[in-house]
């Protein structure tokens, strides 16, 4: 039997290096590969790029447009594309299988597969359910905060988080960015999360190499149907019923923590999802916790990978 050939191109870098570590040992697949020394051989790129069955992006974003025009007539190639390029292009499948339904077949049957940012994974995690089920109206003032580990940063925050030596050292614990309320994840989130308002995202990065908190604050009064944190979980534990990559942790569970880490999931592809507050005070935080180099990055690009070739993911 033919295995499918699968190509990483960028596989040098953060994401591209943990989605090889994911693929070494498969033997159902043939991972094509260009060496470091050659990875500006153009010639080689395109001819894997056009040889592949699957071809992962790990790229910015110029260069994941760029490739994507090699391939605009090699209709065979199906594409990966884990840059913020293609997030919200219409013709592209947004890769996150358990978002809504019927996504997950869409994702199986596309040629063009657009893997979701890190922080919008765990943002559109809380926010669309709650809006399909008709509690948060689309017009609601979204609020997202959250903290990531360096490595999302990639190599050269990578480097100047580890390197005391670099120029560029960064020695603080704790930093907050996107201070312009412009980051490029906004249109993704505002897309895929089905509000109509731009939300307000305030990222920050922790001296801690990878996991992910994303928090959504919410006030119960300015939602529908006068909610309670039971209804919120309901609706949250009623659209991830039946899977199990996305976990709605129980409220009894929930309740009994004192705090919450962001590496609690490291090294897996998974992510869980918490439901705060104290009823009848008003106010409930919505918070997801997940590896952005797993459910954030590589582990589900794998996962659409898996998706796309039949095989059950």
Known sequence: MTRPKIFIDGEHGTTGLQIRTRLAGRADLEIMSIPEAERRNRSLREDMLKEADVAILCLPDDASREAVGILEGANSTRIIDTSTAHRTHPDWAYGFAEMTRGLRDRIAGARLVANPGCYPTGAIGLIRPLVEAGILPADYPVTVNAISGYTGGGKQMIAQMEDEANPDH?????????????????????QHGLIERRPIFSPSVGRFAQGMIVQVPLHMADLNGDPSLEDLHGALASHYAGQSVVEVVPLEESAKLARLDPTALNGTDRMKLYVFGTEGK????????????????SGAAVQNMDLMLGRAA
């Open 282 to 297: 008003g106010q409930a935080n919505l918070v997801a916790v997940l590896d952005n180099l797993g459910k954030g990055a």
């Open 170 to 190: 960064i020695a603080a614990p704790h930093f907050l960015y996107g201070l312009t309320l412009s980051h490029k994840h906004v249109p993704e989130m505002q």
